[in-house]
């Protein structure tokens, strides 16, 4: 099956600060989403991106998808940005395989 | 609003004890699925269901059923539960992601934290 990497898998801001999040896939996807999963345990969807940028508020997103990676930045931090984010990948089954995620603490 | 909705959220059962997690969508999404999370093992998928009376094996079925008598509902039941099935429990939908159609994204429920002791 498809092989989902995320980089780093721990990252220490300080509030304002911006940051880049890494995901490699190892095969052609059909499907890629970036989740954020709240201190809580609740996952939030951040973006649905098989290719290209968006854009939504201080968090965007790239993915180019012939090279089998995806970005998704985070500009200006602010605590509530604090836990982990999750890249997850469709490849041709219907079954989202899910990267190890970045576990991100923004400092005040 | 739409979602979708899992109860309970939280449990604390006994092993061999049989639950239901149930898992609710209102918007009319063929697909749904269910996933679980474990520390170090990551988010897998659990069972899917492509539409009404049509499920399939993800990649850890063992120990769970599924059935969808009907579009919103997808239901996932522990016969006899064990504290190896301990972990945080996700529920999905989305559009069918069928051959030949654009995939769709796919939406979480708010999760059930599961204890079997």
């Known amino acids: 099956g498809i092989q989902v990497e995320q980089s780093p898998p721990d990252l220490i801001l300080q509030e304002g600060a911006n940051s880049t999040l890494r995901c490699n896939f190892s095969?052609?996807?059909?499907?890629l989403q970036w989740f954020h999963q709240n201190p809580w345990g609740q996952l939030i969807n951040l973006f649905y991106i098989p290719s290209g940028t968006k854009q939504n508020g201080r968090l965007s997103a790239t993915t180019v998808a012939t090279e089998r990676y995806s970005l998704l930045y985070i500009s200006s931090s602010q605590t509530t940005d604090s836990g982990v984010y999750f890249c997850a990948v469709e490849g041709t089954g219907n079954m989202l395989t899910f990267g190890g995620g970045t576990r991100l603490m923004v400092k005040p | 609003e739409a979602q979708v909705t899992q109860n309970p959220r939280y449990l604390i059962t006994v092993t061999g004890k049989k639950l239901t997690v149930t898992c609710s969508q209102n918007?009319?999404?063929?697909?749904m699925s269910w996933y679980r999370q474990d520390p170090g093992l990551g988010l897998r998928q659990i069972y899917y269901s492509m539409n009404v009376e049509v499920t399939d094996k993800g990649d850890v079925p063992e120990g769970y059923k599924v059935s969808r008598k009907e579009k919103r509902n997808f239901p996932l039941i522990l016969e006899s539960p064990s504290p190896n099935q301990t972990s945080l429990y996700f529920c999905?939908?989305?559009?069918?992601?069928?051959?030949?159609?654009?995939?769709?994204?796919?939406?979480f429920g708010p999760g059930t934290r599961l204890t079997v002791t």
């Open positions: 918007m009319n999404h063929e697909y």
């Open positions: 999905a939908s989305s559009p069918s992601p069928l051959a030949g159609r654009n995939y769709y994204e796919q939406y």
């Open positions: 095969d052609s996807v059909n499907n």
